[in-house]
C-alpha cells in the first residue's frame, strides 16, 4: 500500500531556476511529515519535520535553499532554489508513537540541474 | 561531523553467506536504531528497527545486534539472496522524527 505521492517524479532545473515539489499522504495513521534530501553521493539528511497545517520553515545547506509548508493535514510542499548540484528530495511519513513512530519514505522527486 | 558511521563501504559476499553490515554512533541520546534498505531508482524501504533497550531484533533473514555500551551495532542478513543486492542504511534517531544517516554500505550478493 503506497503511503505517500510525490510529484513530479524528477525534473530538469535551469541553474538559478526555482522548483516546486509535493507530497501527498495517503493514510492519515502518519501524520508527521517531513522532508529529505539524498545528494549525488548517496547521503541522506534530514531538512525538515512540519506537523501542522501552516507550519512553514526555511534551511539552506550547501548547494541548495529550501521553503516547506505543511498545507493541509495530506499535503506537504518543498521549494528548491539556487541549486548547484542534482539530489533527490524525499517525502517522509511517521506515526505519533511505538510501531506507528516508525518513519517511511516516498518514491521520490529527482532533480537535476541544466 | 558525521554522527553516524557504516562499514564497509561495500560488500561482496556469494548467495547462502552470511552479509555483516555495521554501523556506531557518537550521540548518547540516540534510543532507536532503523535500518533501510535502497534499489536503484527507489526510495529507502524500512528493513528492521531497534529500540536502545533491546540488544537484538529478528525479523526472518535479518538481525540486528545492538551494543549500547560500544555504541555499535550490525546488520546480519543470513542465507544472502542475489535479491538482496541493494544499498543498506543504518539510521539513528533520540526522539523518532529526525533519523540521522550512515553513509551507506552496497551489498552485493554473487549467485
Known amino acids: 500500500v503506497t503511503l505517500l505521492e510525490q510529484n513530479p517524479r524528477w525534473r530538469l532545473v535551469p541553474r538559478g531556476q526555482a522548483v516546486n515539489l509535493r507530497c501527498i499522504l495517503k493514510?492519515?495513521?502518519?501524520?508527521?511529515m517531513s522532508w529529505y534530501q539524498q545528494d549525488l553521493q548517496k547521503q541522506l539528511q534530514w531538512l525538515f519535520t512540519?506537523?501542522?497545517?501552516?507550519?512553514?520553515?526555511v534551511k539552506s545547506l550547501p548547494g541548495a535553499d529550501y521553503l516547506a509548508t505543511r498545507v493541509t493535514d495530506t499535503e506537504l510542499r518543498l521549494q528548491v532554489a539556487n541549486m548547484s548540484q542534482g539530489r533527490t528530495l524525499y517525502c517522509t511519513c511517521?506515526?505519533?508513537?511505538?510501531?506507528?513512530?516508525?518513519?517511511?519514505f516516498g518514491p521520490g522527486t529527482r532533480l537535476t540541474v541544466l | 561531523q558525521q554522527q553516524v558511521r557504516q562499514s564497509p563501504q561495500s560488500l561482496t559476499v556469494w548467495e547462502g553467506e552470511t552479509a555483516i553490515l555495521n554501523c556506531s554512533y557518537e550521540?548518547?541520546?540516540?534510543?532507536?536504531f532503523p535500518w533501510y534498505q535502497q534499489f536503484p531508482g527507489e526510495g529507502p524501504a524500512l528493513l528492521i528497527s531497534?529500540?536502545?533497550?533491546?540488544d537484538k531484533k529478528e525479523d526472518g533473514r535479518f538481525t540486528i545486534f545492538f551494543n549500547k555500551r560500544e555504541k555499535k551495532l550490525s546488520l546480519h542478513i543470513t542465507d544472502s539472496q542475489p535479491g538482496d543486492s541493494a544499498t543498506y542504511f543504518c539510521?539513528?534517531?533520540?526522539?523518532?522524527?529526525?533519523?540521522?544517516f550512515g553513509s551507506g554500505t552496497k551489498l552485493t550478493v554473487e549467485p
Open positions: 511517521s506515526g505519533t508513537g511505538g510501531a506507528l513512530a516508525e518513519q517511511f
Open positions: 493514510n492519515s495513521q502518519y501524520p508527521w
Open positions: 512540519l506537523r501542522s497545517p501552516g507550519d512553514k520553515e
Open positions: 550521540d548518547s541520546t540516540f534510543n532507536y
Open positions: 531497534i529500540s536502545s533497550v533491546s
Open positions: 539510521a539513528a534517531s533520540p526522539n523518532y522524527n529526525v533519523l540521522y
